[in-house]
């Protein structure tokens, strides 16, 4: 083997492992969830990894620690119209970044104004909008894949659910 082959066989793992830490290469698949009401509309894009034989409070999504509420970028939350959210958090028409601190019984949800960031690792609270807990129901069977999803709740309203392992949370946001 040639000193070149050497260097690319070498070289070629770590060039994708820094790609997949960088975004160039992603490891979970990524979705997009919206909802329109009456032309007023709401999406969130997330990407959404798989337990692989982990649970909530690994390493992955750690108890008591600020998370990304999925896997790559921050979770990205978008609305076309003035929003209000529980515990009278309103939000402008925008785009923001989705956090969460999950802890067994309950998860601190964070709304932060700085929507493109990569993970939590430049998370800021400095630019939170706002904070508000959710109770976590224990589901009867794991949710192997995070799961976000947007369902119409009344006029105007939808109501947002975050799945994943034994955990659910679940708010409603009010389209103003």
Same mark, same amino acid.
């Given at each position: 083997?040639?000193?070149?082959? *050497?260097?690319? %066989?070498?070289?070629? =793992?770590?060039?994708? !492992?820094? /790609?997949?830490?960088?975004? $160039? $290469?992603?490891?979970?698949?990524?979705?997009?969830?919206?909802?329109?009401?009456?032309?007023?509309?709401?999406?969130?894009?997330?990407?959404? =990894?798989?337990?692989?034989?982990?649970? /909530?409070?690994?390493?992955?999504? @750690?108890?008591?620690?600020?998370?990304?509420?999925? %896997?790559?970028?921050?979770?990205?939350?978008?609305?076309?119209?003035?929003?209000?959210?529980?515990?009278?958090?309103?939000?402008?028409?925008?785009?923001? *970044?989705?956090?969460?601190?999950?802890? =067994?019984?309950?998860?601190?949800?964070?709304?932060?104004?700085? *929507?493109?960031?990569?993970?939590?690792?430049?998370?800021?609270? !400095?630019?939170?909008?706002?904070?508000?807990?959710?109770?976590? !129901?224990?589901?009867?069977? =794991?949710?192997?894949?995070?799961?976000?999803?947007?369902?119409?709740?009344? @006029?105007?309203?939808?109501?947002?659910?975050?799945?994943?392992?034994? *955990?659910?949370?679940? %708010?409603?946001? !009010?389209? /103003?």
């Amino acid at each position: 083997m040639t000193r070149r082959c *050497a260097l690319l %066989a070498f070289l070629s =793992p770590l060039t994708g !492992k820094l /790609l997949a830490a960088q975004g $160039g $290469g992603r490891l979970s698949p990524h979705e997009t969830v919206s909802l329109d009401l009456d032309g007023k509309k709401i999406s969130i894009s997330y990407g959404r =990894p798989y337990l692989k034989g982990r649970h /909530l409070g690994d390493p992955m999504a @750690p108890f008591g620690q600020v998370w990304r509420l999925g %896997a790559d970028e921050a979770t990205k939350l978008t609305v076309s119209t003035k929003a209000l959210l529980p515990h009278g958090l309103e939000l402008a028409p925008g785009s923001y *970044a989705l956090f969460a601190i999950l802890h =067994p019984d309950h998860w601190t949800m964070i709304v932060n104004k700085v *929507a493109d960031q990569w993970g939590a690792f430049n998370y800021n609270e !400095k630019d939170d909008v706002g904070r508000f807990d959710l109770p976590v !129901k224990r589901l009867s069977s =794991p949710v192997e894949q995070f799961t976000i999803s947007l369902a119409k709740a009344g @006029p105007n309203t939808a109501r947002v659910t975050f799945a994943w392992d034994t *955990a659910s949370v679940s %708010a409603e946001m !009010k389209l /103003l």
